[in-house]
């Protein structure tokens, strides 16, 4: 019996480290939202407590702040748009809510923006910022 050519067992090779690589980018991204859902101190995970105040804030949305939303989650890939609209809606929410606000304004989504994006992330934030030319000079204290 003759044994398999070289080629096939390179392939063999190849697409076994293929699979592996997928394998843990994929365990990875599984394994972070793993954590959100996983109760804190207080008994809520983080995803339980997005959906409070998505819920909790939804009445204060106007048609102007839902538009700035979307043009603030506009550099996300849209693979993961919703997932990030979701999560800075939350926290724009919190801040209006606490805030005591009966609308969203554009201020509240500026400040929920620079909140809800995580620190390795604010120089990309700050130059989107600046290309759309939006007012962030009062929450600068934010951008650590």
Same mark, same amino acid.
């Given at each position: 019996?003759?044994? /398999?050519? !070289?080629?096939?067992?390179?392939?063999?090779?190849?697409?076994?480290?293929?699979?592996?690589?997928?394998?843990?980018?994929?365990?990875?991204?599984?394994?972070?939202?793993?954590?959100?859902?996983?109760?804190?101190?207080?008994?809520?995970?983080?995803?339980?407590?997005?959906?409070?105040?998505? +819920?909790?804030?939804?009445?204060?949305?106007?048609?102007?702040?839902? #538009?700035?939303?979307?043009?603030?989650?506009?550099?996300?890939?849209? #693979?993961?748009?919703?997932? =990030?609209?979701?999560?800075? #809606? =939350?926290?724009?929410?919190?801040? /209006?809510? +606490?805030?005591? =606000?009966?609308?969203?304004? +554009?201020?509240?989504?500026? +400040?929920?923006?620079?909140? /809800?994006?995580?620190?390795?992330?604010?120089?990309?934030?700050?130059?989107?910022? !600046?290309?759309?030319?939006? !007012?962030?000079?009062?929450?600068?204290?934010?951008?650590?």
């Amino acid at each position: 019996m003759k044994n /398999a050519p !070289d080629w096939f067992m390179w392939s063999i090779g190849f697409w076994t480290i293929v699979m592996v690589l997928f394998m843990t980018v994929g365990g990875y991204f599984m394994f972070r939202k793993f954590l959100k859902v996983l109760p804190q101190k207080d008994g809520k995970s983080k995803l339980d407590w997005q959906n409070y105040w998505v +819920e909790r804030s939804r009445p204060l949305w106007t048609d102007q702040s839902k #538009a700035f939303l979307e043009k603030l989650v506009s550099p996300v890939p849209s #693979a993961f748009r919703d997932i =990030a609209r979701h999560s800075i #809606a =939350a926290k724009i929410g919190q801040v /209006a809510v +606490e805030s005591g =606000a009966s609308q969203v304004t +554009e201020q509240h989504c500026i +400040e929920g923006y620079i909140l /809800a994006t995580p620190k390795r992330d604010h120089k990309s934030l700050r130059d989107f910022l !600046d290309q759309n030319q939006i !007012d962030y000079s009062s929450y600068r204290h934010l951008l650590g």
